[in-house]
């Protein structure tokens, strides 16, 4: 019985997660989804970036975008940062791991254009360049984050979303930013091209 105890304390303590995220950040759920959706019909992109287990989250995210979350329907530009070994390992070799992210956003971001920032804690000096160099471009920022934000929440401006899990846990992190990028994706569809 004990380890179906630990797997329904599980399945309560991301049920909990869940609702306590929904209760604080709906409306901003709604309005992250309006700022791509605006970059979208823009014909500009959304540039994920994440590290770990948020850029395995980063990369599903746009492929959603780029292929189909429910219907089928036109892909949608966004890339992922750091799922190309090549750059990533000659950046951190020739620079250092914190420019992994903001090397790239240099080359390839345009005004216009929306970082998406996904991390369970926050603390990233990669993710923090990568913010400071989309700002650099006139690049809008949307943050998933988790409990210890605080280095990503500093960076942020007025206008810009930040999405913060209320949790310690960072698998209860991990399966809320899962949901919350599922929203995304069902909320731009819906907008472009109906239920």
Not at 16 to 42: F, G, K, R, V
Request: overall charge negative.
């Amino acid at each position: 019985m004990e380890l179906e105890d630990r797997i329904v304390n599980l399945f309560h303590n991301s049920m909990d997660t869940n609702a306590h995220t929904i209760e604080q950040y709906t409306p901003l759920i709604a309005h992250a989804s309006e700022l791509m959706l605006a970059t979208l019909a823009s014909e500009l992109k959304i540039i994920c970036v994440g590290n770990g287990g948020s850029l395995a989250l980063a990369q599903h995210f746009s492929s959603l975008l780029l292929s189909r979350f429910r219907h089928e329907r036109p892909g949608l530009p966004a890339i992922t940062l750091g799922t190309d070994g090549a750059a990533l390992t000659g950046i951190a070799e020739e620079n250092s791991f914190s420019e992994v992210y903001s090397k790239q956003i240099r080359a390839i971001g345009q005004p216009g254009d929306i970082l998406l920032v996904i991390s369970n804690q926050g603390r990233s000096n990669s993710l923090v360049q990568a913010i400071q160099s989309a700002h650099d471009r006139d690049m809008s920022v949307i943050a998933i984050t988790g409990h210890d934000n605080s280095n990503i929440s500093a960076l942020l401006r007025p206008d810009e979303v930040e999405i913060c899990v209320p949790s310690n846990d960072n698998a209860m992190i991990y399966s809320a930013h899962l949901l919350i990028l599922h929203c995304l994706c069902d909320l731009i569809e819906y907008q472009l091209f109906g239920a």
